[in-house]
Structures are given as C-alpha cells and as structure tokens.
Nanobody, 126 residues
Framework: QVQLVESGGGLVQAGGSLRLSCAAS????????MGWFRQAPGKEREFVAA????????YYADSVKGRFTISRDNAKNTIYLQMNGLKPEDTAVYFC???????????????????WGQGTQVTVSS
C-alpha cells in the first residue's frame, strides 16, 4: 500500500521560511514524478511544484517561482519543498502526490497524480 506522509508545516511570519518533507513508502518511487499542491480555505486545490523522475526536471506555479524550490532524494523516497519569502497568501494545507504514468506537460494537473498524502498546514502571519 502506498503511503505519503507530509511534515514540516507550521506557523511562520511573513518573509520567513519553511521546509516541507514528503516521505513515500510502499514501493520505489525513483521512476515516478512527485508534486506539491495546496488548498486554502474556501479555495480549490492548486498546483505548487512538481519534479520529474529525474531531479533536473522541475515545474513551478508562477506564484511561487523564485521563492520555492522542490527537490528529491530517491535513496530516501522523499521529496522536499523549500519555501522562502513566505507571504500570507501562501497559507494553505500543502499536499504531496505521486504520479506513476505521466507526461511532463501534465504535471500541473491534479488528475495526473494517483496517490496523495493527508496534508500539512502552513500558516503565514502578516
């Protein structure tokens, strides 16, 4: 059974940083793409960042480009989201997800991902 467990969320002041982690278990994910999405209260879940099976392929939402960095450690079956320069509008529950059969051009779509974590809360105060 595939499990994804996010951690690293919390409360931070605007301008601060957080590093989210997503540990995957149940199979080897080195050949899978993985992504981060977020959902703010009253809003739809939205794409944040994705990383292909090769760590050289990354994608970011325009709203986080230049502030967030996604990375992966295949030996640990873990991906990370380094978030710098946080803004109050980054407040949301952050979810990680795994895509096994995908095209790089589809990595911003929720439907591309087969497995999801339970999410971790990130709150940015002004």
């Amino acid at each position: 059974q595939v499990q994804l467990v996010e951690s690293g969320g919390g409360l931070v002041q605007a301008g601060g940083s957080l590093r989210l982690s997503c540990a995957a278990s149940g199979r080897t994910f080195s050949s899978y793409a993985m992504g981060w999405f977020r959902q703010a209260p009253g809003k739809e879940r939205e794409f944040v960042a994705a990383i292909g099976w090769s760590a050289g392929i990354t994608y970011y939402a325009d709203s986080v480009k230049g502030r967030f960095t996604i990375s992966r450690d295949n030996a640990k079956n873990t991906i990370y989201l380094q978030m710098n320069g946080l803004k109050p509008e980054d407040t949301a529950v952050y979810f990680c997800a795994v895509a096994s059969d995908y095209k790089n051009s589809d990595l911003q779509r929720m439907s591309t991902y087969a497995y999801w974590g339970q999410g971790t809360q990130v709150t940015v105060s002004s």
